[in-house]
């Protein structure tokens, strides 16, 4: 009898037992299932407000300088050199004889012309005393008086071959080319010096679709150069062009006034500075808010402690500040550091 109640006891221990185990491995299972408390972790951020200001045209373009005016001195008429009276370098001045051609066969047939033209003058005017006392007729006098016309025409084209032996300066400047030399003999149409003329000189420069409408005819553009350093020198837009090259860029030219003291020579490389403040006022933001490029701008805004992506539409790049054309409003805070651990809803801190 005794050995049942032990069994019994023992049985009522070992289901205790079970039922203590159970209920214990619950609580640790509803433990480890209750939800977890989670604390805010807001994102340290650097932002800045979009603002308006003054647009400002921002175009620095590295260009080559021309001359403003580049001419050749031709031979008109073929034949030797008998002088030349210039060197390279030499300043010359428009009409000025810068060489001479052999005008031997020119100085005779004006000499020819001008014993013709004179023996026909007589002519005409004894005919006419004969016409006028009935010993000549009309006919004949009018035939005189053509030859005669002849023979002065005759005599003017003498003379010009001969002014055309003296080969003179088409412009005025510097003599850049001499590719003749006295004593040796010249086609007409030969080049006998180039001159150019650097009192003005053209940079000229290509401009972008976007940039080229920024631009226009009669704006003060400042040029320097590193021959130069710290002079700058006054440029004015004189050209623009209405069509653009295959690249889609258009030539500008800026007319430089050149000075004795500092003179800028043709093909030095040159810097054209368009910069100019504007009374529009525009939306900017810092570079660096942009997550995407130029192209693809958006940024994040903070709206009441947390980020938002938005999209935005840039204009020109002002220094270190872009123009925003649309999708930002004067006033709205946007991230400027630390986007690469934002999405939308992310809280965020704004550090200095």
Request: net charge positive.
């Amino acid at each position: 009898m005794k050995t049942k109640y032990i069994i019994i006891l023992v049985g009522i221990a070992i289901v205790g037992l079970i039922v203590y185990k159970l209920a214990s491995n619950k609580k640790k299972l509803d433990e480890k299932n209750k939800p977890v408390q989670v604390t805010s972790v807001r994102i340290p951020v650097k932002a800045a407000p979009a603002k308006e200001q003054l647009q400002e045209i921002n175009i620095m373009k590295t260009g080559s300088l021309a001359p403003f005016k580049e001419a050749k001195a031709l031979a008109v008429t073929g034949g030797n050199l008998l002088q030349v009276r210039f060197e390279l370098g030499d300043r010359v001045s428009k009409g000025q004889v810068l060489a001479v051609t052999d005008n031997q066969s020119a100085r005779l047939d004006l000499q020819k012309a001008e014993s013709n033209a004179a023996k026909l003058r007589n002519d005409l005017n004894t005919y006419t005393e004969l016409l006028q006392g009935k010993a000549a007729t009309q006919e004949k006098v009018n035939d005189i008086r053509q030859n005669y016309m002849d023979a002065v025409t005759q005599v003017n084209l003498s003379r010009k071959n001969l002014a055309d032996a003296a080969i003179k300066a088409p412009t005025s400047g510097i003599i850049s080319s001499k590719p003749v030399e006295q004593g040796v003999f010249v086609n007409a149409g030969s080049e006998v010096a180039t001159i150019v003329d650097l009192s003005r000189a053209k940079v000229q420069v290509y401009l972008t679709e976007a940039e080229v409408y920024k631009v226009e005819q009669g704006q003060k553009v400042k040029i320097t150069t590193e021959v130069y350093p710290g002079k700058v020198f006054a440029g004015t837009v004189s050209f623009i062009s209405p069509q653009a090259d295959a690249t889609h860029n258009y030539l500008v030219e800026i007319l430089v006034y050149n000075t004795q003291r500092a003179i800028l020579r043709s093909g030095t490389f040159v810097y054209a500075d368009f910069s100019k403040k504007t009374r529009q006022q525009v939306l900017v933001i810092p570079r660096e808010a942009l997550t995407e490029s130029i192209k693809d701008a958006a940024v994040y805004v903070i709206q009441n402690g947390t980020v938002k992506r938005r999209t935005i539409q840039t204009g020109a790049e002002m220094g270190t500040m872009v123009q925003v054309t649309s999708g930002l409003s004067a006033g709205e805070q946007v991230v400027t550091s630390g986007q690469i651990n934002l999405k939308d809803g992310t809280q965020v801190s704004i550090s200095n």
